[in-house]
Structures are given as C-alpha cells and as structure tokens.
Nanobody
C-alpha cells in the first residue's frame, strides 16, 4: 500500500508560479513511476506530467515549457513546478503512483488539491 498526500494548491495569478508537492509513504520501494493528473469541471482526468524511477519525464503538450516535474527520493516527495500558469490550467490536481507487487500493477491516488488560476 502507498499513501499519497498533496499540498501546495491555491489561487495563483496568470503568469505567476506555484509548486505542488506529493509526499509518499508506505511501500514506496514498489513505485516505478509517479505523475500528476488534473481534472477540470465537466472534463475527464488527464495526465499533466510523469516521472519514472529512473528520472525520465513526460509532459502533456499543453504544459511543456511551463511546468516541471521532479522528485526528491530522500524526502519521498514529488513536485510540480507550475510557471506561467494560464486560466485553463485551473483544475483539481491529483498525485498518482504506479507500483508493482507480485507481478501485479497497482495505481494509487492522492486526495487532490485545487489549483485556480485567476486574476
């Protein structure tokens, strides 16, 4: 089992910056990838950015060049640095961890943190 707790959401002005954090605990040795997803009202949940245990990253086209995903293995924490956010980035952001246990894949989710981009 893996527990994920997000923090850092809130109100940010367009063009500002915000950093989200996701603290992982539990069976963290089984995590092979983590990511940030978001869901805006009336829309499906979508991948924002992902990072593997080896450090490879992947971004949605809509956030490339503006958002940066990173992880601090010593702190068991993943981050999403959001620079120059736009109103369309407004959504609930969820932390995700993908694990493998006994040959089975499992996905864990945080409770979500609201990000609102508005002036």
């Amino acid at each position: 089992q893996v527990q994920l707790v997000e923090s850092g959401g809130g109100l940010v002005q367009p063009g500002g910056s915000l950093r989200l954090s996701c603290a992982a605990s539990g069976s963290i040795f089984s995590i092979y990838a983590m990511g940030w997803y978001r869901q805006a009202p009336g829309k499906q949940r979508e991948l924002v950015a992902a990072i593997t245990s080896g450090g490879s990253t992947n971004y949605a086209d809509s956030v490339k060049g503006r958002f940066t995903i990173s992880r601090d293995n010593a702190k068991n924490t993943m981050y999403l640095q959001m620079n120059s956010p736009k109103p369309e980035d407004t959504a609930v952001y969820y932390c995700n961890a993908e694990t493998v246990d006994g040959g089975w894949d499992f996905a864990y989710w945080g409770q979500g943190t609201q990000v609102t981009v508005s002036s």
